[in-house]
């Protein structure tokens, strides 16, 4: 089976860094995702790592470690307009098809 | 076109009518999903198609949802006699490599 956790809200405060963290048990891993979601609005593609390490692009970076099944995602400098959910996905292989599965996502909070 | 479409935004069905959710993918994208999204969840896999086949039907909660994609292009998912626990967000997502873009959704309600 698929489980993936992740915090289920965070609050930091504006210009500060925050770190989301999301571990996975999954049968068979190709990738971890990264997106963002604004309230009713639809997810939004911020990162895929396939190896090991730190990806950086901007403001917002994603760390994997296929060996611990963890992941994080940093945002940096946060502004209110980061307060949104964060989903982590995994896709994985699925009777002959790359499943993408969601965590339960990560509420953020930015406040003043 | 320039991104998934999904029609309609919002749907509001009386419990027991059906109901018809449909979704633009992006041209030439050959996978296609359909996830449900409950409030304050993230959003749980129904259903996947590559083209035409729809590989894996494995998280349609009930024999009552239905999907296809006949022409491997547009896709339709069908609630029969819709129940109150149906009420969510629906939403459909297309791919060609790792990458899935996301529609806007369809909020469903169920009263």
């Known amino acids: 089976g698929q489980n993936i956790d992740q915090p289920t809200e965070m609050t930091a405060t504006e210009g500060a860094i925050v770190q989301i963290n999301c571990t996975y048990q999954t049968s068979g891993f190709n990738g971890l995702f990264w997106y963002q979601q604004h309230a009713g609005e639809a997810p939004t593609f911020l990162s895929y790592n396939v190896l090991d390490g730190l990806e950086e692009k901007g403001r917002f970076s994603s760390f994997l470690s296929r060996s611990k099944g963890y992941s994080y995602l940093l945002l940096k400098e946060l502004q209110m307009k980061d307060s949104a959910s964060y989903l982590c996905a995994v896709r994985s292989p699925s009777g002959g098809y790359q499943k993408v599965t969601f965590g339960t996502g990560t509420k953020l909070q930015v406040i003043p | 076109g320039a991104g998934v479409s999904q029609s309609p935004r919002y749907k509001v069905a009386k419990r027991g009518q059906d109901v018809a959710l449909r979704c633009d993918p992006i041209s030439g994208h050959v996978s296609l999903f359909w996830y449900q999204q409950a409030l304050g969840q993230g959003p749980e896999f129904l259903t996947y198609?590559?083209?035409?086949?729809?590989?894996?039907k494995s998280g349609l909660p009930s024999d009552r949802f239905f999907a296809e994609r006949p022409e491997g292009s547009v896709s339709t998912l069908k609630i029969q006699r819709t129940q109150q626990e149906d009420s969510a967000v629906y939403l459909c997502?297309?791919?060609?490599?790792?990458?899935?873009?996301f529609g806007q959704g369809t909020r469903l309600t169920v009263v």
């Open positions: 198609f590559q083209n035409e086949a729809q590989l894996d």
């Open positions: 997502a297309s791919s060609f490599g790792s990458r899935a873009f």
